[in-house]
């Protein structure tokens, strides 16, 4: 049933113990994000490295599961790795949410992320998956101009 | 109690009510964000396209006299519904929405200077703050808020009197807040304000498909509603104001039907209570908003108030049943809707998995951000109901909320 696809067990699993959650008072840059028609709200603390790679990366806040694993797996799949790994997922990840035919085969560098598929029965929930991913964009971007 | 409505019956009315999601029967419960529509209503809406269509107050022939007379007839029927004085003082409006931004425009404009004070409650919808704090931001006025005393979601009335200062010029609040189930005591607040010279407006989105709401019993000078939550269409909404203030009040929009004449430098505006309803209105809405008036009141809004604190009642103490479930509004004498949060899940998910179950709730801060951050939680899930749900629903509820609780903690 759909229902499974959407709150498959790693998702769960993220969720209850998400990772790389926590406070990171010398970040680089704390962003902020949140879905106004829902309150899910989380901010992504994110230290850059040499070439504007990405350091570490923490995250708080609170949100639905699907806000909350989408966040903790981002986290795990983007810290200490190059800021192009980090543009590429996200496009693969919305391609994979948005696109308007079902992918016949899904990214292989999107690893867990590819549990995430079944948010697109869900257009509703779209966003909450989304939210980290936004909050991340806007981090790349505001190093850019720094 | 004696003539107790046959509520089984009067479900019957109700058809969207009979049909299964997802392969389950049907649970409406977001009442408080809109309401059904009984057949009457549906009826009015269609015969009045098949028949009487035409626009009003411009054309001389029959069907424009069908028209104007039943959008006029809505008017008068309005102003029996609510106890006004006079039929002139309902403006039609899109919904409490509009209401309200009318008031803060036309009224606000002209009354509040910098310095004035705007008070509101916390427990505010965000139609009832954000007008207020964009004519705080045009006249220099200032807002102030009611505290809610917590989780039990009272207002903290012994703080009335010290916020009441000379400097308050307007008091608005909503008689049922529609995250918290209070029912807040609008004529004793009105009648602390109206002592003191403060002008009050009264929100009555949540409590005017659900309670008697009489005008003058209340004693506010401005009352607002939508008719979407009261069985009626949406897009039809309700101000009601005193005629003086009215009268003094500058239109806020201009156009066609609010002038009596228009010169190319100026116009004069037309009277009561066409000033302020500039343009081609909504015209069905008013007439299906009638039938639904009709429909309310062949029931008994009395008994319907009754009947919405008894399933009130029944879901708050089933709820609390579940261990460490967080409820929000007080214990008793809610009106129809508990908010709660389901240990270890988020409302949201709580919401697509019930939804999933044929369970229709509400999750999220229900436009009442502000109050969410006071009460530490920063979304609910929500169950409003409203005569046509029924105690067997709300035990099933209770069952879908178990089911959810067990299908989250699998794998832990
Ligand atoms: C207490 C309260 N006020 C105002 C509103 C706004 O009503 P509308 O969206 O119909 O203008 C609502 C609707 O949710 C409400 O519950």
Redesign the interface.
């Known amino acids: 049933?759909?229902?499974d696809e959407?709150?498959k067990?790693v998702v769960?699993?993220h969720c209850?113990r998400p990772r790389n959650f926590g406070e990171m008072p010398d970040a680089d840059v704390h962003v902020h994000g949140d879905n106004p028609?829902?309150?899910?709200?989380i901010t992504l603390h994110v230290k850059f490295g040499a070439n504007r790679d990405l350091g570490e990366v923490m995250f708080t806040g609170?949100?639905?599961?699907?806000c909350?694993a989408s966040a903790s797996m981002m986290t795990q799949k983007i810290k200490n790795k190059p800021r192009a790994n980090a543009e590429s997922l996200w496009t693969s990840l919305h391609d994979m949410l948005t696109a308007r035919e079902e992918p016949k085969e899904l990214d292989d560098k999107l690893g867990d992320l590819q549990v995430l598929i079944g948010v697109r029965k869900?257009p509703m929930?779209v966003k909450?998956a989304t939210l980290p991913w936004q909050a991340l964009k806007q981090a790349l971007e505001e190093k850019n101009s720094a | 109690m004696p003539n107790t409505p046959d509520w089984s019956a009067i479900r019957k009315d109700f058809p969207i009510l009979d049909q299964d999601v997802h392969g389950k029967r049907l649970i409406y419960f977001d009442n408080a964000a809109t309401s059904q529509k009984p057949r009457a209503v549906i009826d009015a809406l269609s015969r009045y396209y098949e028949r009487d269509n035409a626009n009003v107050h411009r054309g001389i022939h029959e069907l424009s006299q069908r028209a104007t007379e039943g959008y006029e007839g809505a008017r008068e029927r309005t102003a029996k519904f609510i106890n006004a004085p006079k039929s002139c003082e309902i403006i039609f409006t899109r919904g409490t929405t509009e209401g309200i931004n009318l008031v803060a425009n036309s009224w606000g404009g002209a009354n509040l200077k910098s310095g004035d004070v705007i008070l509101l409650t916390e427990m505010e919808h965000h139609s009832n703050i954000v007008p207020w704090q964009l004519l705080a931001q045009r006249t220099g006025a200032k807002l102030r808020y009611v505290s809610v005393t917590g989780d039990d979601g009272l207002l903290d009335l012994s703080q009335l009197d010290p916020l009441m200062r000379p400097d308050v010029k307007l008091f608005a609040f909503n008689q049922v807040s529609n995250t918290l189930g209070t029912v807040n005591p609008a004529k004793e607040l009105c009648a602390k304000a109206r002592a003191l010279g403060i002008t009050t407006l009264v929100d009555a989105a949540q409590s005017i498909g659900h309670m008697p709401v009489d005008v003058q019993d209340i004693g506010c000078d401005f009352l607002v509603f939508s008719g979407h939550k009261m069985c009626g269409p949406t897009g039809i909404g309700v101000l009601w104001g005193r005629e003086e203030l009215l009268e003094k009040m500058p239109p806020w929009q201009g156009g066609g039907d609010m002038i009596s004449s228009v010169d190319f430098f100026e116009s004069r505006w037309n009277t009561l209570p066409h000033k302020f309803e500039a343009g081609t209105p909504d015209i069905s809405g008013p007439i299906a908003l009638h039938a639904a008036m009709d429909y309310l009141d062949a029931i008994g809004r009395d008994k319907i108030f009754a009947h919405d604190q008894e399933l009130a009642a029944y879901a708050y103490n089933r709820l609390k049943e579940i261990p460490h479930l967080r409820t929000f509004g007080p214990a008793s004498g809610r009106s129809g809707l508990v908010s709660f949060v389901l240990p270890?899940?988020?409302?949201?998910?709580v919401v697509?998995?019930a939804d999933?179950r044929g369970l229709a709730l509400r999750?999220?801060?229900h436009c009442n951000?502000p109050l969410?951050r006071k009460l530490k939680v920063?979304?609910t899930a929500r169950a409003s109901f409203y005569f046509y749900n029924t105690m067997d629903e709300i035990d099933r509820m209770i069952e879908i909320l178990a089911e959810i609780q067990q299908?989250?903690s699998?794998?832990?």
Do not use: I, P
């Not at chain 1, 028609?37 to 709200?41: M, R, V």
């Not at chain 1, 609170?62 to 699907?66: A, D, F, H």
């Open positions: 049933m759909d229902l959407l709150y067990e769960l699993d209850r028609s829902c309150g899910d709200e609170n949100g639905c599961s699907l909350m869900f929930r909450c | 270890e899940v988020h409302a949201h998910d697509t998995l999933h999750g999220g801060h951000q969410m920063n979304s299908y989250f699998r794998g832990s």
